[in-house]
């Protein structure tokens, strides 16, 4: 069965610092791979996508990502936090065919200092 | 461009009480997905829609029911809540089943 992990709960960096999500997944073959923002109070909202091609993907508010095949990873980064950016993100997995649901990791909360 | 819009934004149901929470988008997807949210869970599937016509369970549909009114309207409904229930409930949509989907603001629902 598919699953998504995302090992850290809370993170805290400072303002300017640079930011790295970690996400792990169990699928049997190439997944589609999301990562969600979700500001308090909000719906969630789409940072990037993974379907396939270019295993770095840039997405909006200048965040990337990276899978890694060999790891099961899926890993958000941004160089340099602002403190808008705090939030919680959400990874996610699907495969877009008869079972395309997408799983969720649990999610990891930003916060950042300023 | 509203996207989608979930009604009623907060609610509070006592312990047996029924009701429907609405969502309608417009951005002519065709697929529509309730969640629910609790802490700690991430975002659990309810109930599915991949086309106009068609209804699927998800992960958690005890004690739910949908009905896919028309291509933008799919509603949720509790028949009798339970304090269980207590959850954010969000509704999103995606031009087709599987892709990134557009999430409205979410119910926060509190079952007494």
């Known amino acids: 069965a598919q699953s998504v992990t995302q090992p850290d709960i809370h993170i805290t960096v400072s303002e300017g610092a640079s930011l790295e999500l970690r996400c792990n997944y169990s699928?049997?073959?190439?997944?589609?791979l999301f990562w969600y923002v979700q500001s308090p109070g909000q719906g969630l909202q789409l940072l990037l996508k993974?379907?396939?091609?270019?295993?770095l993907v840039q997405g909006i508010k200048g965040f990337e990502a990276e899978f890694k095949r060999s790891q099961s990873s899926f890993n958000l980064r941004k160089p340099s936090v602002h403190w808008s950016d705090a939030a919680e993100y959400f990874c996610?997995?699907?495969?877009?065919?008869?079972?395309?649901?997408?799983?969720f990791g649990k999610g990891t909360k930003l916060s950042v200092k300023p | 461009n509203a996207g989608v819009t979930q009604t009623p934004k907060f609610q509070v149901l006592k312990t047996g009480q029924s009701m429907t929470l609405q969502c309608a988008q417009d951005?002519?997807?065709?697929?529509m997905y309730w969640y629910r949210q609790d802490p700690g869970m991430g975002l659990r599937l309810i109930y599915y829609?991949?086309?106009?016509?068609?209804?699927d369970k998800g992960e958690v549909p005890n004690g739910y029911n949908v009905s896919r009114l028309n291509k933008r309207e799919f509603s949720l409904r509790l028949e009798s809540a339970a304090p269980s229930q207590t959850s954010v409930y969000f509704c999103?949509?995606?031009?087709?089943?599987?892709?990134?989907?557009?999430f409205g603001q979410g119910t926060r629902l509190t079952v007494v």
């Open positions: 999103a949509s995606s031009e087709y089943w599987g892709r990134p989907a557009f």
């Open positions: 699928y049997g073959a190439t997944p589609y």
């Open positions: 993974y379907f396939s091609g270019d295993t």
């Open positions: 996610a997995v699907g495969d877009g065919g008869s079972q395309g649901n997408l799983i």
């Open positions: 951005m002519n997807h065709n697929s």
């Open positions: 829609s991949a086309s106009e016509g068609t209804t």
